[in-house]
């Protein structure tokens, strides 16, 4: 069954540095998502993406957040200067055009120490 | 907006126990509905989804319905096993294609032999 593929699985990083997040949404799906969830509380919406851009982002999506499709398979989060409170799993997520179900990757879990 | 009420845990069961998560919602149209699972130490599985009132959703002997005039999607399970514990979580979809996900808080559901 086609998956949603995240790396790295796990990421420890220091206060301040940058970060990516790397996906590879399910071939042929059009709208690409990432969620995250800080341990023991709800999973929260942060941008989705549609052709070649940001279609919604959620308050929590700020100046330090940015997504980029760079080729064909790839779908990337940027955290330009980590913070504490960026530790959190982060989950990517892709749709395909015809259906409504949101498929979701293991997640990348981020450290910001 | 839309909003996901779900009820609190942790919830403890012996196995083969009846299980009922209930979850309400409020949102504007007709949204689809949704339960994922997390199981300890991965990501999100979808469970099941029902994307117009009165359908049914299964998946591994756990059900929900779509119940319009209540506004909920509770989860149910006539049986339940040590496997089935894990975080449930449940979560709406409306409007747009590219619309996001809103996610209830989960429930901790832990089934103990």
């Known amino acids: 069954e086609p998956e949603v593929t995240q790396t790295p699985s796990h990421q420890v990083t220091q206060m301040g540095q940058e970060v990516i997040l790397r996906c590879v949404p399910i071939s042929n799906h059009l709208y690409f998502y990432w969620y995250r969830q800080i341990l023991g509380q709800k999973v929260e919406f942060l941008v989705s993406f549609y052709n070649n851009e940001i279609s919604e982002k959620s308050e929590i999506f700020d100046d330090q957040f940015s997504v980029e499709r760079p080729d064909g398979s790839n779908f990337t989060l940027k955290i330009r200067s980590t913070k504490l409170e960026d530790s959190a799993m982060y989950f990517c997520a892709s749709m395909g055009d015809a259906g409504n179900t949101i498929y979701f990757g293991e997640g990348s879990w981020l450290t910001v120490v | 907006g839309n909003s996901v009420t779900q009820m609190e845990g942790p919830v403890t069961l012996s196995e083969e126990a009846f299980l009922t998560i209930n979850c309400t919602y409020t949102a504007t149209g007709y949204p689809s509905l949704f339960w994922y699972v997390q199981y300890p130490g991965e990501g999100l599985q979808l469970l099941l989804k029902?994307?117009?009132?009165?359908d049914k959703g299964s998946n591994k002997g756990f059900e929900a319905t779509y119940r319009k005039e209540t506004t909920s999607f509770h989860l149910e399970k006539g049986s339940v096993q040590v496997s089935d514990s894990a975080v449930y979580f449940c979560?709406?979809?409306?409007?747009?294609?590219?619309?996001?996900?809103?996610f209830g808080d989960g429930t901790t559901l832990t089934v103990k032999p």
């Open positions: 979560a709406l979809r409306g409007g747009t294609n590219a619309g996001k996900s809103t």
């Open positions: 029902a994307t117009k009132a009165d």
